[in-house]
């Protein structure tokens, strides 16, 4: 994608030469890169699902394994989905232990970026409304810049990411 164009259609400025990660903590995990040059964005995506593992051990060690290949070094910034408090208090300490493991395993690979947005700011600061539903943002965010990715993880993660590269 050219980069003037997304920057048009979300009035946003991106800024150039940065390869940045973004991760939408759950037991499916929506993860999306995005690496500017001069011109062009490039986004690459996935997600990591452990909702079939039995015991939260496997789960943490498959997304140690999982986050320690997709954190990269050249990365500059690293930005995780942040917690809150809904009404299972055990979704919260799940969430945020994610969280956790990819920040130590970012630290350890000295990206000195990392940190954490919760959902709604990180739609607001791309120019969304952050009180609308989550599935009214993505339907807005694949009109505007014309992908078609459908996977509710992976758009989260892209908006995420596109926080990362923000001026």
């Keep these: 994608m050219k980069i003037k164009e997304v920057e048009k259609k979300l009035k946003i400025k991106i800024k150039k030469n940065i390869?940045?990660?973004?991760?939408?903590?759950?037991?499916?995990?929506?993860?999306?890169?995005?690496?500017?040059n001069s011109k062009n964005l490039e986004i690459d995506y996935g997600y990591i699902d452990v909702r079939k593992l039995k015991s939260?051990?496997?789960?943490?060690?498959?997304m140690i394994n999982s986050f320690g290949s997709l954190i990269k070094p050249k990365q500059n910034k690293v930005v995780i989905e942040d917690t809150f408090f809904g009404p299972n208090v055990y979704t919260l300490k799940l969430l945020?232990?994610?969280?956790?493991?990819?920040?130590?395993?970012?630290?350890?690979k000295k990206i000195k970026n990392v940190f954490f947005?919760?959902?709604s700011s990180a739609r607001s600061r791309l120019n969304f409304n952050s009180r609308a539903k989550k599935?009214?943002?993505?339907?807005?965010?694949?009109?505007?810049?014309?992908?078609?990715?459908l996977d509710k993880d992976i758009m989260d993660?892209?908006?995420?990411?596109?926080?990362?590269?923000l001026i």
Excluded: C, P
Excluded at 56 to 62: C, G, R, S, T, W
Excluded at 98 to 107: D, H, K, S
Excluded at 143 to 148: F, V
């Design 135 to 149: 599935e009214e943002i993505h339907k807005e965010f694949r009109r505007r810049i014309k992908i078609k990715i």
């Design 96 to 108: 945020s232990r994610i969280g956790m493991i990819v920040y130590v395993l970012a630290r350890l």
């Design 117 to 119: 947005i919760n959902a």
């Design 56 to 62: 939260l051990n496997e789960k943490y060690d498959a």
């Design 157 to 165: 993660a892209i908006i995420l990411a596109l926080n990362g590269v």
């Design 19 to 36: 390869n940045v990660l973004g991760i939408d903590t759950a037991s499916r995990t929506g993860w999306a890169t995005i690496k500017t």
